[in-house]
């Protein structure tokens, strides 16, 4: 079924949900939830609009019950850390490549991709400064790369400044700030609220800790598992120190 024109801002984060429908389908699920979220704001009015809506959230009900046992789905905080990881994978990709001056179809893709999933991870909460920073960054890289190709120019390689112009999306956007990109870390993400139990318990160290102080926790040792996997060891032991700190002391 045809995105509808009203509609065209979510047609991407749809494409993309299509293409991971095999590969990853907890990313299909959270494009899918994102563009049903946005859709909803843009128009839900118009007969067109609504028809196709009403299609994607039977699909999302659908995959729901077919994902019922995967964690990615039934706990945000895990879904949250599995979207992240993901698109900060791709982000890491298509910068490696940027700054060896590999400049290719796959890599610009990696950038638009990691900055559409930057997006969807705004269904579990606010994103956290470093990763509107990171999305603006990839939109704009995608856009740079791809005019520089297709105007037969050697683009820059690696960060810039900002007297760059970019255009991403719609409208013109320049890079943020580059200095963040010199030395990319793996960023503490947005907020999640988790299914935690609602009383408190005290742990061994008689500390009084909230189930917000568990989903933190939980959220910390998560990030230090994907700074593992991408071999970024001060990542995984600053995040493992704030986990022991906040299980010890009850305080971040």
């Given at each position: 079924?045809?995105?509808?024109?009203?509609?065209?801002a979510i047609?991407?984060?749809?494409?993309?949900?299509?293409?991971?429908?095999?590969?990853?389908?907890?990313?299909?699920?959270?494009?899918?939830?994102?563009?049903?979220?946005?859709?909803?704001?843009?128009?839900?009015?118009?007969?067109?609009?609504?028809?196709?809506?009403?299609?994607?959230m039977d699909?999302?009900?659908?995959?729901?019950?077919?994902?019922?046992?995967?964690?990615?789905?039934?706990?945000?905080?895990?879904?949250?850390?599995?979207?992240?990881?993901?698109?900060?994978?791709?982000?890491?990709?298509?910068?490696?490549?940027?700054?060896?001056?590999?400049?290719?179809?796959?890599?610009?893709?990696?950038?638009?991709?990691?900055?559409?999933?930057?997006?969807?991870?705004?269904?579990?909460?606010?994103?956290?400064?470093?990763?509107?920073?990171?999305?603006?960054?990839?939109?704009?890289?995608?856009?740079?790369?791809?005019?520089?190709?297709?105007?037969?120019?050697?683009?820059?390689?690696?960060?810039?400044?900002?007297?760059?112009?970019?255009?991403?999306?719609?409208?013109?956007?320049?890079?943020?700030?580059?200095?963040?990109?010199?030395?990319?870390?793996?960023?503490?993400?947005?907020?999640?609220?988790?299914?935690?139990?609602?009383?408190?318990?005290?742990?061994?160290?008689?500390?009084?800790?909230?189930?917000?102080?568990?989903?933190?926790?939980?959220?910390?040792?998560?990030?230090?598992?994907?700074?593992?996997?991408?071999?970024?060891?001060?990542?995984?032991?600053?995040?493992?120190?704030?986990?022991?700190?906040?299980?010890?002391?009850?305080?971040?």
């Amino acid at each position: 079924m045809a995105v509808p024109p009203q509609l065209k801002a979510i047609q991407h984060h749809l494409r993309t949900a299509q293409e991971h429908e095999q590969r990853d389908p907890v990313v299909a699920y959270y494009c899918r939830l994102y563009a049903m979220q946005t859709g909803m704001k843009l128009d839900s009015k118009t007969p067109e609009c609504r028809k196709f809506l009403v299609k994607l959230m039977d699909q999302l009900e659908s995959m729901k019950d077919d994902l019922a046992d995967n964690e990615s789905i039934s706990q945000e905080v895990v879904g949250n850390a599995h979207i992240e990881n993901y698109a900060l994978k791709m982000f890491l990709y298509a910068d490696n490549e940027d700054r060896a001056g590999r400049f290719h179809k796959n890599m610009i893709k990696s950038f638009y991709s990691a900055s559409l999933l930057l997006e969807v991870l705004s269904v579990f909460g606010e994103l956290s400064e470093e990763n509107i920073q990171h999305r603006k960054y990839a939109r704009w890289k995608a856009t740079y790369i791809h005019n520089c190709l297709k105007n037969g120019e050697t683009p820059q390689a690696g960060p810039m400044g900002m007297d760059q112009d970019g255009e991403a999306g719609s409208g013109p956007e320049g890079p943020p700030t580059t200095t963040n990109y010199n030395n990319i870390h793996i960023p503490p993400g947005a907020h999640a609220p988790a299914n935690t139990p609602a009383e408190v318990l005290p742990p061994a160290g008689g500390v009084q800790l909230s189930p917000e102080d568990f989903t933190k926790a939980q959220k910390f040792c998560k990030y230090a598992g994907s700074a593992l996997q991408y071999e970024d060891v001060s990542t995984a032991i600053q995040n493992l120190q704030k986990a022991l700190k906040l299980l010890t002391t009850g305080k971040e």
